[in-house]
């Protein structure tokens, strides 16, 4: 039988891209580690890239104390890690193609008004997905919604597109694509458009982040079909959940690398609970990055969310809650 879960024995590069809201929490510090022993383990390059087109909810400390938290885990990355922020000429270029070739629209709808429209009993859509409200407006439509001052975005024609992709970590996956935005009302590129055109600039092989994302990866599918591009392969990793299986949050206790050490672990004996986690060393073990490199096996690599104890968050001795 093949191995479904070793892609390839080619380098592949990977990446990281958290978004510079706060400090990392072990959920994301886990995918980062995941996705590092995917790049490093087959001998390929590894970037680190900040999403941080959201300038509201940006804080900008955050830059240093997420790079440095990789950093002191012996997470490296290639070249100078990458900013969204210093990109936006480049998405504005894809979204000015896009809208030369006919293949997105203005929408003027508001959240309220899209919600109340996916809701009606009987309709075709589920939950979040647009239901084509304004796919067909007219010239003189048009006109009247920007006089009323509408915030526009910009949305692409999916027709309803149905894409998958075998997932390395969650198996075959996919979904209908709806007509989501590439451009957000008050003008900033959105993450499906721009993860798309920043993994194929970088070259990225393998996407590994959070499978609270794989819903979107459909969408994401359909811009590297759009722009002409091979997409990536992808590998969602199980959140990290708390006793309760709320996703691991800040509130949950010493959830950062500065709570932990500040508890009396040192860097590698965090790394080794990240480790065992992912079934790649014994509990309590002290390991280094490159120890991690050489046990890597991604057939091994858990399924199931890692669910951590309160009294496990509290303490310097943490491991898996039953
Ligand atoms: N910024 C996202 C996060 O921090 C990751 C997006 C991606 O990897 O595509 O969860």
Redesign the pocket.
């Known amino acids: 039988m093949t191995d479904q879960t070793r892609p390839s024995r080619s380098p592949l590069t990977g990446?990281?891209?958290?978004?510079p809201t706060g400090r990392l929490h072990l959920g994301?510090l886990r995918?980062a580690l995941v996705s590092w022993l995917f790049a490093r383990s087959s001998g390929g390059a590894f970037h680190l890239r900040f999403?941080d087109l959201d300038r509201v909810a940006i804080r900008p400390e955050h830059y240093e104390t997420q790079a440095a938290d990789l950093e002191a885990l012996g997470l490296t990355w290639d070249g100078s890690p990458i900013r969204q922020s210093d990109r936006t000429e480049l998405y504005r270029d894809v979204i000015s193609q896009l809208q030369s070739a006919d293949l997105v629209y203005p929408c003027y709808c508001s959240r309220r008004e899209i919600r109340e429209a996916t809701q009606a009993p009987n309709g075709p859509w589920s939950h979040g997905h647009y239901p084509g409200t304004c796919r067909h407006l007219t010239t003189a439509d048009h006109r009247v919604k920007e006089a009323n001052g509408r915030p526009t975005a910009l949305r692409v024609r999916s027709h309803d597109l149905s894409l998958g992709f075998h997932d390395l970590l969650c198996g075959d996956q996919g979904g209908v694509v709806d007509d989501f935005v590439i451009q957000r009302g008050d003008g900033v590129p959105a993450?499906n458009l721009v993860?798309v055109v920043d993994?194929h600039a970088q070259e990225i092989d393998l996407?590994?982040?959070?499978d609270?994302?794989i819903s979107?990866t459909p969408r994401?599918l359909f811009v590297s079909r759009l722009l002409g591009h091979e997409p990536p392969m992808f590998a969602h990793v199980p959140l990290v959940l708390n006793e309760r299986g709320d996703r691991l949050a800040k509130r949950d206790g010493a959830v950062t690398l500065a709570d932990r050490l500040a508890l009396g672990q040192t860097p590698a004996q965090v790394l080794g609970v990240l480790a065992a986690s992912l079934g790649l060393s014994e509990i309590g073990e002290p390991v280094s990055a490159e120890d991690l490199v050489e046990r890597f096996e991604p057939s091994a690599l858990p399924r199931a969310p890692w669910r951590i104890s309160d009294e496990a968050l509290e303490t310097s001795s943490i491991g898996l809650a039953d």
């Open positions: 990446r990281y891209a958290p978004s994301n995918t999403e993450y993860v993994d996407v590994v982040r959070g609270d994302l979107s994401q």
